[in-house]
């Protein structure tokens, strides 16, 4: 597992609340084993506790992206580097089943979650996959969806460091909007224009009397 599909954990855990819909999903220990997705061995370890400890942690990693889709640089590493020593990792190399051409493992780096509880363990991969992500494309590949009121993170991956919003719908919605209110100013300026012009001919016809 290459450390890159880490960086997904954060994301997850940071959008399963939608701030500006009063919306939030984790709610419960089965939401929790829902984000470990593969990991079947550290959702086992998820309680009822874990609930109000994920929501600690979703608040701490959300101030990460704010940060950085603020510009914030400094602040965005700071708030990560404290996760990263509450919740440290343990790196070792994995092979699993998979093998090459030659029957050799595929190895690669693997983070070993934290054993005590499900929390420390979601906690201390979604920092590390997070920083590795920080670190190896640029804070400012840490966003939040510019669509209002989403507001979810999003990790970009665009050639062009162009990527605004969380989803294609997202877009969609934000690209329909913006249409619709340049339209609206469109006819507002024109019903303006009109207005001008019937109040110049007015005046013109009160002088010419």
Not at 51 to 67: I, N, P, Q
Not at 79 to 96: A, K, M, R, T
Not at 122 to 149: K, N, Q, W
Not at 153 to 160: R, V
Request: glycine content about 6%.
């Amino acid at each position: 597992m290459e450390l890159a599909y880490y960086s997904d954990y954060a994301v997850r855990l940071v959008n399963t609340e939608e701030p500006g819909r009063n919306k939030d999903a984790l709610t419960s220990v089965e939401t929790i084993r829902e984000l470990f997705g593969a990991n079947g061995q550290a959702a086992r370890r998820a309680t009822d506790a874990d609930v109000t400890r994920f929501r600690s942690v979703r608040g701490r990693l959300r101030s990460v992206f704010e940060a950085a889709d603020g510009g914030d640089e400094t602040l965005a590493v700071d708030l990560l580097n404290s996760l990263l020593l509450e919740f440290p990792v343990s790196p070792q190399i994995s092979g699993h089943d998979f093998r090459d051409e030659d029957g050799k493992p595929d190895w690669h780096m693997h983070l070993a979650d934290h054993p005590s509880n499900a929390t420390a363990g979601y906690a201390a991969i979604a920092a590390m996959g997070l920083a590795f992500h920080l670190t190896s494309y640029g804070v400012d590949r840490l966003g939040l969806c510019e669509a209002a009121p989403c507001r979810n993170a999003y990790l970009d991956t665009s050639t062009n460091r162009s990527r605004r919003y969380c989803s294609d719908r997202c877009a969609t919605r934000a690209n329909v909007a913006a249409y619709r209110a340049r339209k609206r100013l469109e006819t507002e300026r024109a019903a303006d224009t009109g207005r001008s012009a019937e109040t110049a001919q007015a005046t013109t016809d009160h002088t010419d009397r």
